[in-house]
């Protein structure tokens, strides 16, 4: 497929399995033939009856298999006796085939204990059919050892027999070893998503208003463009009179006269905030509101105000992060009244329901409402996770934190093959499989990384701090054979080395302080040789810093698991600055983190 320009690539993969048959969940009904009538088993049912009948047919052929060697081992027993105790020298004096068989039974009586079962006249016949050259040839050793060798075989197959399951295992594996090799799974085994589609389809509708009249829909190409939308998106409008609706895109609805803000309107957004200074009834009190919009009813009117007829809206803004402005009321004059101004800071307004009154402005006629100054956001960061089952971001505590993300943050990683990029925390970017390092991005923050040239053949480490670089960007030699071994945002590393043996000589491991071996260069330079000795195993050590700040963040099970080394220094010295940290300060009752 080819994109247009600006069209994402990850949203558009989202889309091919939210809107066709690229993905489908099916359940099928499995059927399967049981005492010649059609059955419907689930999995778990036609497993275990599986698993039963290969036990079954595993436990039929050691069985014969027992028997065919019993039967070799009764029978070289039998010529044994039958050689060493020359049975055959008397053949002659007997006529018939009854007396010569009565003859053999006699022969073999006193020995019959030792025979695993009794002897046959079918045995008999075989015995008097052995060739003369092989009775002359016959070596008693040779046959010992025969007979040993298929002594042990048969106890090695009634140890089977006692433990069935596991030579069924075993025998398994050796089906897996025999008849895979070259016959790898080429599918992979994934996490299916939950893909939204209203968060994937492309925007390829716009949306028009006309204020004065009070209608929006995508039909009214001569009016006031708002924005890009599509066909399953929701709409909110708001109108001058306090009134409210959240309804589906279509050609043109009617919302209400004097239209103040139309948005696209997302479920359960609890971080668009909205302020109102408004008017109850013609001659009524003013008040002013801050407020979220969750859950609805499409096509519903909602009333904003007390529901006073002719109730008016001074000010009304949407701010995506909960941005809080500052606003100035200003009075019409009448006599007596001093102060013709009232500055409104909406920071310090909690935010309530829609449906609250609000806090009184002004009993007094208010003329109109500026803006004094545009505020920050309110809102703490959105936290964020990584989860490695589906490589993309939540924020439903699946995986590893990430940390706190607004405003500009971004998201620095870092494959195995040594590309690197910065990326936005969009919901739906798709991150590559082979990930080493993912992290929030510290501008400021060293990173220290260890990776192997595959053209030299060499391990090299260097440390460089970290670049806004939204593009894929290969940091590292271009080999087949390079890769990135390990990658660590703390400050001063310790890196242990392992070699591997030299002329039978087996070097000692080295333990390198990062911070003194190499200074902090550029992103693409190529770093500094480990070391010259053959590199065995590379390990990170944790610095005695890291181990305090996690033991005490230990403390509190509240914590959230996977901190990476730059949240547990954040944290960590959050909850030194608050709480009375005496029991975990040492020497002079100063403890210091060094990331």
């Known amino acids: 497929m080819h994109l247009q320009p600006g069209i994402s690539p990850d949203k558009t993969i989202d889309a091919l399995y939210a809107f066709t048959q690229c993905e489908l ?8 033939i049981e005492q010649d009538k059609p059955k419907f088993l689930g999995v778990s049912e036609i497993l275990k009856r599986s698993t039963q009948q290969t036990l079954h047919l595993l436990k039929t052929e050691l069985e014969i298999q027992q028997h065919e060697l019993e039967e070799k081992w009764h029978f070289a027993s039998l010529e044994k006796l039958f050689i060493r105790e020359e049975m055959y020298i008397e053949f002659k004096s007997y006529s018939s ?234 009075l019409r004059a009448v006599t007596g009244l001093r102060k013709l101004q009232i500055d409104i800071d909406f920071a310090e307004m909690d935010v309530k329901a829609r449906s609250a009154v609000g806090n009184i402005v002004t009993k007094y006629t208010v003329n109109k409402v500026v803006l004094k100054a545009k505020g920050a956001s309110t809102l703490e960061g959105e936290d964020f996770w990584f989860d490695e089952a589906t490589q993309r971001l939540n924020k439903d505590e699946k995986g590893t934190y990430l940390g706190k993300f607004s405003g500009a943050d971004g998201i620095l990683t870092l494959s195995a093959k040594g590309h690197y990029r910065l990326y936005t925390y969009d919901l739906s970017h798709r991150f590559e499989d082979d990930l080493i390092w993912i992290e929030k991005f510290q501008p400021e923050l060293p990173l220290s ?71 902090v260069t550029g992103l693409k330079t190529k770093g500094k040789k480990l070391s010259d000795f053959k590199i065995k195993d590379i390990s990170l050590k944790e610095p005695e810093e890291i181990k305090q700040a996690r033991r005490f963040l230990n403390k509190d099970e509240s914590e959230k698991s996977g901190l990476s080394p730059v949240e547990l220094h954040r944290r960590a010295m959050e909850k030194l600055n608050k709480s009375n940290a005496k029991d975990f300060l040492e020497g002079d009752g100063q403890i210091s983190f060094n990331f």
């Open 97 to 330: 085939k009854d007396t010569l068989f009565s003859y053999l039974y006699d022969c073999f009586k006193p020995h019959r204990k030792k025979l695993i079962r009794d002897i046959t006249d079918e045995d008999l016949n075989k015995l008097t059919q052995i060739p003369m050259i092989r009775i002359t040839r016959f070596d008693s050793a040779k046959a010992e050892a025969n007979m040993k060798e298929l002594q042990e075989l048969l106890e090695q197959v009634k140890h089977h027999l006692n433990n069935l399951v596991d030579y069924a295992i075993e025998y398994f594996k050796t089906l897996k070893k025999k008849y895979g090799t070259g016959r790898e799974r080429k599918t992979e085994t994934k996490q299916l998503e939950t893909i939204v589609a209203t968060q994937v389809i492309l925007a390829n509708e716009k949306l028009f208003v006309n204020r004065a009249e009070g209608f929006i829909g995508t039909a009214l190409k001569k009016d006031e463009f708002i924005t890009d939308c599509s066909d399953l998106d929701d709409i909110i409008a708001f109108t001058k009179e306090g009134k409210m609706k959240v309804f589906k895109v279509a050609d043109k609805v009617f919302v209400g006269k004097d239209i103040m803000h139309v948005a696209i309107f997302k479920k359960n957004d609890e971080r668009t905030i909205y302020h109102m200074v408004y008017r109850d009834g013609p001659k009524g009190i003013t008040f002013m509101k801050r407020f979220n919009v969750t859950g609805i009813t499409r096509d519903k009117i909602y009333d904003l105000t007390k529901g006073n007829t002719g109730s008016t809206v001074y000010w009304l803004s949407a701010n995506p992060n909960g941005e809080a402005e500052q606003v100035q009321v200003q």
């Open 449 to 519: 990384m260890v990776y192997f040239d595959g053209e030299r053949q060499q391990y090299f480490v260097k440390r460089f701090l970290p670049e806004a670089l939204q593009v894929k960007t290969l940091i590292i030699p271009e080999h087949e054979n390079s890769r990135v071994e390990l990658v660590t945002s703390q400050v001063n590393p310790l890196l242990e080395l392992h070699f591997s043996k030299v002329k039978g000589e087996q070097p000692k491991s080295e333990i390198i302080t990062l911070q003194s071996f190499i200074g």
């Open 25 to 32: 969940s099916i359940s099928p009904n499995a059927c399967v």
